[in-house]
């Protein structure tokens, strides 16, 4: 891997737009009724990709002299190039990568920065753009530090991420139907399309970066069905294009959640456990609240209406009261 990646990408950066322009003339053109593409839309996600950038070039100044530290210091092994250095690397990464995506979906606090990939409720290739400035402050990084350990170079650990990143933008689209025996080893559109869906039978599901295998030797892999197609966006709807709302709504939620939690354990589960115990938590202190307030005699008196919410539960009725695995 004796080139540079950043290169390559700023290269293919014309490639990404002419993809983008292409969908999008074909969409309206085959499915104007569906309005895939909305201006909004993808002006959201553009300034989310620009944000992500400028935070990516300044994480990378602090987080490659951490890889070239455990490099010096701990690497297993020395890999002096070629064919099998590269397999290696990348077979590493990509499994590495669909660790910290799992994590991203069952850990709330790597899903406070990844929930800004999937709140968008379209789908193209748009939406591969919108990603967050909060991955380095999350800890995206650290999951690539056993690649240093491993024994592989910052430069070529660097260089394998944004390749891998690179790849993921082109399954972003509703252009591509299933792509025959592929799907059996690589991650497609349509195994992506399910990745971003919020209909029950697909969340959580198909994790892959590059290679679909980790899914189904881990038990994640869900195909796309006909008869239940895709409905795209999070389960608790966003509904604004502003990029700083989809960037820190969820961070703000969290931090509420673990400063209302009168116990230590549940401050730790709304920021460590899974992203649907907040719901459940709040839905479970909502009816809490709505019982004690039935059985005290001013519930009961006509001078209480029914209709009067405690600040508990009109907190938990805006965020929902449904169960759900990822919000």
Same mark, same amino acid.
């Given at each position: 891997?004796?080139?540079? *990646?950043?290169?390559?990408?700023?290269?293919?950066?014309?490639?990404?737009?002419?993809?983008?322009?292409?969908?999008?003339?074909?969409?309206?053109?085959?499915?104007?009724?569906?309005?895939? !593409?909305?201006?909004?839309?993808?002006?959201?996600?553009?300034?989310?990709?620009?944000?992500?950038?400028?935070?990516?070039?300044?994480?990378?100044?602090?987080?490659?002299?951490? /890889?070239? /530290?455990?490099?010096?210091?701990?690497?297993?092994?020395?890999?002096?190039?070629?064919?099998?250095?590269?397999?290696?690397?990348?077979?590493?990464?990509?499994?590495?990568? /669909?660790?910290? &995506?799992?994590?991203? &979906?069952?850990?709330?606090?790597?899903?406070?920065?990844?929930?800004?990939? &999937?709140?968008?409720?379209?789908? +193209?290739?748009?939406?591969?753009?919108?990603?967050?400035?909060? !991955?380095? @402050?999350?800890?995206?990084?650290?999951?690539?530090?056993?690649?240093?350990?491993?024994?592989?170079?910052?430069?070529?650990?660097?260089?394998?991420?944004? @390749? +891998?990143?690179?790849?993921?933008?082109?399954?972003?689209?509703?252009?591509?139907?299933?792509?025959?025996?592929?799907?059996?080893?690589?991650?497609?559109?349509? @195994?992506?399309?399910?990745?971003?869906?919020?209909?029950?039978? /697909?969340?959580?599901?198909?994790?892959?970066?590059?290679?679909? @295998?980790?899914?189904?030797?881990?038990?994640?892999?869900?195909?796309?069905? *006909? +008869?239940?197609?895709?409905?795209?966006?999070?389960?608790?709807?966003?509904?604004? !294009? +502003?990029?700083?709302?989809?960037?820190?709504?969820?961070?703000?939620?969290?931090?509420?959640? *673990?400063?209302?939690?009168?116990?230590?354990?549940?401050?730790?589960?709304?920021?460590?456990?899974?992203?649907?115990?907040?719901?459940? !938590?709040?839905?479970?202190?909502?009816?809490?609240?709505?019982?004690?307030?039935?059985?005290?005699?001013?519930?009961?008196?006509?001078?209480?209406?029914?209709?009067?919410?405690?600040?508990?539960?009109?907190?938990?009725?805006?965020?929902?009261?449904?169960?759900?695995?990822?919000?």
């Amino acid at each position: 891997m004796q080139f540079d *990646a950043e290169l390559l990408l700023l290269a293919m950066a014309p490639v990404f737009l002419a993809c983008i322009g292409w969908e999008a003339w074909h969409l309206a053109r085959t499915r104007r009724a569906d309005r895939l !593409y909305s201006w909004p839309d993808t002006l959201c996600n553009a300034a989310l990709a620009l944000m992500h950038q400028g935070a990516d070039k300044l994480a990378w100044l602090a987080v490659v002299p951490v /890889y070239a /530290y455990v490099y010096a210091h701990f690497r297993l092994f020395t890999w002096h190039g070629g064919p099998v250095s590269f397999v290696v690397l990348f077979l590493a990464q990509d499994l590495l990568y /669909y660790a910290f &995506h799992r994590c991203s &979906h069952r850990v709330r606090w790597f899903w406070a920065a990844h929930v800004v990939h &999937h709140s968008s409720e379209r789908l +193209n290739l748009s939406t591969a753009f919108r990603q967050s400035l909060m !991955y380095p @402050i999350a800890g995206m990084w650290a999951f690539w530090t056993p690649l240093a350990v491993l024994g592989f170079p910052p430069k070529q650990i660097v260089a394998i991420v944004l @390749i +891998n990143l690179a790849f993921q933008f082109f399954v972003h689209t509703q252009a591509i139907g299933r792509l025959g025996w592929l799907e059996y080893v690589f991650n497609t559109p349509s @195994i992506h399309r399910c990745h971003h869906a919020r209909n029950p039978r /697909y969340i959580d599901c198909n994790f892959a970066g590059v290679l679909v @295998i980790w899914d189904r030797l881990f038990g994640t892999y869900v195909p796309e069905q *006909a +008869n239940d197609p895709p409905q795209y966006g999070i389960v608790e709807p966003l509904q604004t !294009y +502003n990029p700083l709302t989809a960037t820190f709504h969820e961070w703000r939620s969290m931090l509420a959640d *673990a400063l209302r939690a009168p116990r230590a354990s549940d401050k730790l589960r709304a920021v460590f456990g899974p992203p649907e115990w907040a719901a459940a !938590y709040r839905a479970n202190q909502a009816r809490m609240v709505e019982q004690s307030a039935e059985s005290t005699p001013a519930a009961r008196s006509p001078r209480s209406p029914q209709s009067a919410q405690s600040p508990q539960s009109q907190y938990a009725s805006h965020h929902g009261h449904a169960e759900y695995t990822r919000r």
